[in-house]
């Protein structure tokens, strides 16, 4: 019963910021990792930020520098902060996660429904 439900996406001008957030829901259990993947119509989805129960972090190249993906452990909860925004940003974005619940090597992994985010020059 475990989702993780993607809030924030919208439509903002260029140079413009956004914050996603992805909040996991239906268990009392942390992600190990947690990451934002985008994917624009006719490309593949790929991987944006990544985020791991320690707070390391990983950023693709083309956002490094504008986006800050940090999490809430608490909360069970990402961010995704995305400043200097660029219509080359313009995509659907997803909400990951993964857990080896027994440290074993068997991983779960999660998806969001995804939140659009949009772009204008």
């Known amino acids: 019963q475990v989702q993780l439900v993607e809030s924030g996406g919208g439509l903002v001008q260029a140079g413009g910021s956004l914050r996603l957030s992805c909040a996991a829901s239906?268990?009392?259990?942390?992600?190990?990792?947690m990451g934002w993947y985008r994917q624009a119509p006719g490309n593949q989805r790929e991987l944006v930020a990544l985020i791991s129960s320690g707070g390391k972090t990983n950023y693709a190249d083309s956002v490094k520098g504008r986006f800050t993906i940090s999490r809430d452990n608490a909360k069970n909860t990402v961010y995704l902060q995305m400043n200097s925004l660029k219509p080359e940003d313009t995509a659907v974005y997803y909400c990951k996660g993964a857990r080896d619940p027994l440290r074993d090597g068997t991983v779960y992994v999660y998806w969001g429904q995804g939140t659009q985010v949009t772009v204008s020059s």
């Open positions: 239906g268990t009392i259990f942390s992600f190990n990792a």
